[in-house]
């Protein structure tokens, strides 16, 4: 027998008229039901687990092509379960391969993907801690300029700023540009000129044997330099707030957390923070969502927030923005449901419900494995420059090179830097000079 779908009788001239359309709605019709397997990376879990949150953040922050299954949703998702060894425990991540992995580290799912988790060599002339702008900057002038660079991000390149929906005001890109695709172009950017990116991997310590400087890494492996830059940026605080704790991950997050906004189609969502992020990422969830309820702890939004992007706030239909308020608690069976705020003015209290609260609440400097041995100031970030000869702290006969820290040869650019200014225009800026520095001081 012949599995014949349709014929076509000849002749068929002219085939603009008796041919071509034929074949093109054919091809419709077929087109409208197929359906091609995915043939990459999967994540099987639960849309309310927080270690399913963060694989889903990890891979999508890292630019990997995955594919999410929800286990409750979804039947590929049960006959992955299915399929799985006895006792395995979710989120499951399938390679491309087949094999499954069963709640998987960072590190575990970086190495089974191919991402650069070891580096090639021992010693560098050049080792950038971080890899937002400021880090991604440093890393591509220093490979450019004939250093042997190496970057160690502990996440995915980006930082913090590669959480952000959208920049608007970067210079040269008019129509803005979102953080994850400015740390894509500058990543790759350092690849090309050789720069060797290790992530994600945590750098925990840090050692001065002159006329080296010594970072050991999470996994114990040590990599010598012969100058240093730090551009570890700062990470969101954390909310005190009753049961922010418990459902992180569950419903509140920290930063836009972009891969939770499809998700969220016609759910009411917070945002709470009142810098350009916060303004931003209402703006983004508010293409998705049905609500988005912007919450202030000033009494205004323009005090810490661009014009721009007030303005346009106050243009959304649905994004309302109420200042004077603050989170006291959150609560729900398993995910988030409800947020109680506070009138900081009458201090009376009133409880929304909820599908999803972001986190947009200040920074804390990752300075911590600093401690002890590079001068810091009473925020944790690290000084610099001349402030170092203002307190003694700065032991050479020369005077210290601007961005470098108590320690010669090691320089801190970006948010990490005290006194610094929280804009990705100016880390990108302290990360390009700050390799011209570390040429004199090599040259010295």
Not at 91 to 100: A, F, H, R, T
Request: charged letters at 25%; glycine letters at 12%.
């Amino acid at each position: 027998s012949v599995q014949l779908d349709f014929y076509v009788m000849k002749p068929w001239d002219p085939p603009e008229e008796k041919l071509y359309p034929l074949l093109d709605d054919l091809l419709e019709d077929w087109m409208a039901g197929y359906r091609p397997p995915f043939r990459g990376t999967r994540l099987v879990g639960d849309r309310w687990s927080a270690e399913s949150h963060r694989l889903r953040d990890f891979l999508a922050r890292n630019q990997v092509p995955f594919q999410w299954l929800d286990v409750e949703r979804s039947e590929e998702a049960q006959q992955v379960l299915a399929e799985a060894p006895a006792g395995s425990v979710l989120p499951l991540v399938v390679l491309p391969g087949g094999e499954i992995m069963a709640g998987p580290s960072n590190v575990d799912v970086a190495e089974a993907i191919g991402l650069h988790t070891t580096p090639d060599a021992e010693f560098f002339d050049l080792i950038v801690v971080g890899g937002g702008p400021g880090g991604l900057a440093a890393a591509v002038y220093g490979a450019s300029e004939g250093l042997s660079t190496a970057l160690i991000e502990r996440e995915a390149p980006g930082g913090q700023a590669g959480l952000s929906s959208k920049i608007e005001n970067y210079l040269g890109f008019p129509q803005g540009i979102s953080g994850a695709d400015l740390a894509r172009r500058a990543y790759s950017q350092a690849r090309r000129f050789g720069a060797e990116v290790i992530s994600p991997r945590e750098a925990v310590t840090l050692e001065r044997k002159d006329p080296y400087r010594i970072v050991s890494l999470s996994d114990g492996t040590k990599l010598s330099c012969r100058s240093m830059i730090l551009a570890g940026g700062v990470a969101y605080r954390r909310h005190a707030a009753e049961g922010v704790e418990a459902l992180t991950g569950a419903g509140v997050y920290y930063g836009a957390a972009a891969v939770e906004a499809l998700a969220l189609e016609g759910e009411d969502v917070f945002v709470v923070g009142g810098a350009n992020s916060a303004g931003q990422a209402a703006l983004h969830f508010a293409r998705f969502v049905r609500k988005v309820t912007l919450l202030v702890r000033g009494d205004s939004l323009g005090r810490r927030m661009s014009a721009y992007l007030v303005d346009r706030i106050e243009g959304a239909t649905n994004v309302e923005a109420r200042v004077g308020v603050e989170v006291v608690a959150v609560s729900g069976e398993g995910h988030l449901e409800t947020v109680t705020i506070r009138n900081r003015e009458s201090g009376a209290l009133e409880e929304l419900p909820a599908r999803a609260l972001f986190f947009f609440i200040g920074a804390k400097p990752y300075t911590v494995w600093l401690e002890g041995t590079l001068v810091l100031d009473r925020h944790g970030f690290v000084v610099v420059g001349s402030d170092l000869q203002q307190d003694g702290s700065w032991q050479l006969d020369r005077d210290p090179y601007l961005f470098e820290a108590s320690i010669p040869g090691v320089f801190a650019v970006g948010d990490i830097r005290s006194g610094s200014v929280k804009r990705v225009a100016s880390a990108v800026g302290e990360g390009s000079i700050a390799v011209r520095f570390v040429h004199q001081y090599l040259e010295g």
